[in-house]
């Protein structure tokens, strides 16, 4: 960056667009040919669809060549010279897309500004020079879009167009232009998101794995990879696909070629690919794990080697949003039950949320990272290094399976254990495993009063809260303004049916910057079983407002028997999502029959499809819904039984199993709210 001293003959920004406005007043008739392409346009139904035919004809018709020789840097050629070379610079595009446009009856401008300074004219005196692009802006539909007719690999509607950047400052040249506009795209955290999936697959230990994975690409970057894609060879694409696992997984292959999804109504592109990783998994002392990281949060954040600077810094992408999702499905032997969990970290910088499960022998691991400004200045340099750490530390980049949760059926099957067993045996080892971390004496503050709520909730998951209630206290007392420590101790309040005392935890562990879905998920939980439903049911629906994870389902289901049991009607678009996917992946068949989708009978088949500890598990859920249901229902006797089925299971570190003793003891049934 270097200082400069700027001089303007301009005395304002409208002084700039009357400079402007001659240049694209004169020959603008279009030329004969293009007669029968504007009456062609002119039967399309409706401006957007005009407007995205005129707009895809320059772009793939007329090809983008700049020359900036002399006049030819600022004034555009007529529409019917450039019609007749098949090529121009971006003003000869827009020059004849917005003649294009007008002969359509769409009201247009051409419109100034910076492409690789988006906000710079912001900072500078007025001067066309402030600008190096110019596009057209079109009222379509009574709605300012902003069309740039240099651009290839469009494809969509047109707030899925990546014309304008997150945000940018342009000037109108149009009648009453007296200022710069500030220029805001739509949907901009949408078009700006990059998501991936991958999904493991090992049928024993210490064996290849199969690994299918999908990464989508929206807005700018599906144009720029839609051309690509267009380009490569077999060969480019295969290393194209492998470049993000090669480091990570030595000796990856393909297995199979890989596809291109396309899909031009939402501007979107996605590569789904399937490789064979050479024994992912390994083995160290009490432990199995599998090695991952995003590959889209590599370079998310862009940290300097050196942190002392005297100017701002571009270190994220503006509005950029990362999704990720990994699965792995061990081999059947494994019996893990890890209720899901979350973190958080949430600074002026971005915010990152980190989810986990761990459900009979599958494992979920979901991660969303977004941009919350792009420029950091000098002095925040060594904060945000602390943060980006703090990346690494809430994503950790390992999967890992204890050897107590591997079933050892026996010979012959004899002594098999079964999965309660396991998992009690589990929760005991971790109880075990942390009182000698922390008698250690090597752990101190956050970390040490993480231990504490490690235990704190191992022994209430036992089925012994009051157990674990010392380690809470304890957390709280070594960290009372980390909000984790609330959370945990308001769990063990709520396990031992304190629910006023775990409602004021949660509430404050919100204000301390607590995960929150988590946090208004569980206050959700305490409000319920204190009567409050009408309460309870707005938690439930912040709760899924926080987040985008599968975890979503879960205070979905809560809050439609809640808004049920106080008479409430379903809203349109929880309805429309609880009915999408009534044969859908576990819990989704619990929500179609809550709202009448699916028949309680047809929910419980869905269930009993699958295998194993899954089965087992995901029973455990559904008995629990089914009795909210019957409840809503006025059943009360078919709801104790369902209750009765829950607490037989014997999960007891679920949420439906606690709750289910609630629904059976005194504090069974929550009342209405007063009407």
């Known amino acids: 960056m270097q200082r400069a001293l700027q001089f303007s003959e301009y005395a304002d920004w409208s002084a700039v667009a009357r400079w402007a406005e001659p240049l694209f007043a004169n020959g603008g008739a279009l030329p004969k040919e293009m007669h029968d392409l504007v009456e062609k346009l002119k039967q399309l139904p409706g401006e957007e669809a005009r407007a995205l035919a005129a707009l895809r004809w320059v772009q793939e018709e007329v090809r983008y060549f700049a020359v900036t020789l002399g006049e030819s840097s600022h004034r555009p050629n007529p529409p019917h010279v450039v019609v007749g070379r098949r090529f121009g610079d971006c003003k000869d595009k827009t020059f004849l897309l917005l003649t294009l446009l007008r002969e359509l009856g769409i009201e247009a401008h051409p419109l100034l500004v910076s492409q690789r300074y988006p906000k710079l004219p912001e900072k500078l005196l007025p001067t066309p020079l402030a600008f190096d692009h110019i596009m057209v802006r079109a009222k379509v539909d009574g709605q300012y879009r902003y069309l740039d007719g240099t651009r290839l690999g469009q494809r969509g509607r047109l ?132 090695r991952f990281f995003p590959a889209n949060l590599r370079g998310a954040v862009h940290v300097p080697p050196q942190l002392k600077r005297k100017f701002p810094l571009v270190a994220l992408g503006s509005s950029y949003q990362a999704k990720y999702e990994l699965t792995i499905d061990w081999p059947q032997s494994v019996a893990m039950a890890h209720d899901p969990s979350s973190k958080r970290v949430s600074n002026e910088f971005f915010n990152l949320d980190v989810t986990r499960s761990f459900r009979g022998n599958r494992a979920r691991v979901g991660v969303t990272f977004a941009a919350l400004t792009e420029v950091v200045q000098p002095e925040q340099l060594p904060r945000l ?32 254990k079964t999965l309660q067993e396991n998992l009690r045996k589990r929760l005991q080892d971790t109880v075990e495993r942390i009182g000698k971390t922390i008698a250690d004496g090597r752990l ?87 009567g409050r439903t009408a309460e309870a049911a707005e938690d439930f629906a912040k709760a899924a407002a926080a987040t985008d994870s599968s975890r979503r389902v879960y205070a979905d289901l809560w809050r439609i028997w809640s808004l049920q049991r106080l008479g409430q009607a379903v809203p349109p678009d929880l309805d429309r999502q609880a009915r999408a996917e009534p044969q859908g992946e576990w819990p989704r068949p619990a929500l179609a029959m809550l709202v009448g989708a699916l028949s309680p009978e047809k929910m419980l088949a869905e269930v009993e499809k699958k295998t194993g500890d899954e089965r087992e598990l995901n029973m455990t859920e559904a008995l629990f819904y089914l009795g909210q249901q019957r409840l809503n229902q006025g059943q009360p006797t078919l709801a104790r039984t369902a209750f009765e089925q829950v607490r037989q299971k014997g999960i007891t570190m679920y949420i439906e199993h606690v709750a289910a003793g609630f629904e059976l003891g005194a504090k069974a049934v929550p009342a209405p709210d007063k009407k």
């Open 385 to 416: 290094m602390e943060e980006v750490k703090a990346i690494d530390q809430a994503v950790r980049g390992y999967v890992v399976v204890e050897k107590s949760a591997i079933k050892n059926d026996g010979l012959f099957g004899l002594g098999r």
């Open 159 to 290: 707030t899925r167009r990546s014309a304008v950047a997150t945000e940018m400052a342009g000037l109108a040249v149009a009648p009453g232009a007296a200022s710069l506009a500030s220029i805001t795209a739509p949907e901009a955290r949408e078009l700006n998101t990059q998501t991936l999936n991958e999904h493991f697959t090992l049928t024993s230990f210490g064996s290849d794995a199969k690994l299918e994975t999908s990464i989508t690409w929206n807005g700018n970057d599906a144009e720029n990879i839609r051309i690509a894609a267009a380009q490569f060879t077999p060969e480019q694409l295969g290393k194209f696909a492998l470049s993000n696992y090669e480091r990570i997984y030595p000796g990856i292959e393909l297995a199979g070629v890989p596809t291109w999804q396309d899909d031009t109504e939402d501007n979107r592109m996605t590569l789904r690919a399937t490789y064979s990783v050479p024994k992912p998994a390994t083995e160290f002392g009490l432990e199995w794990g599998i």
């Open 444 to 530: 101190s503050g956050e970390d040490l009063a993480e231990a504490h709520c490690s235990r704190a909730e191992a022994l209430a998951d036992l089925g012994t809260p009051a157990d674990g209630q010392k380690d809470a206290e304890r957390a709280v007392q070594l960290a009372p303004q980390f909000g984790r420590t609330r959370q945990c101790r308001g769990n063990l309040y709520f396990n031992q049916g304190e629910f006023a005392k775990a409602e004021l935890d949660f509430s404050k562990a919100l204000a301390l910057g607590a995960n929150p879905f988590e946090t208004f998920y569980r206050r959700g939980h305490a409000r319920y079983y204190q």
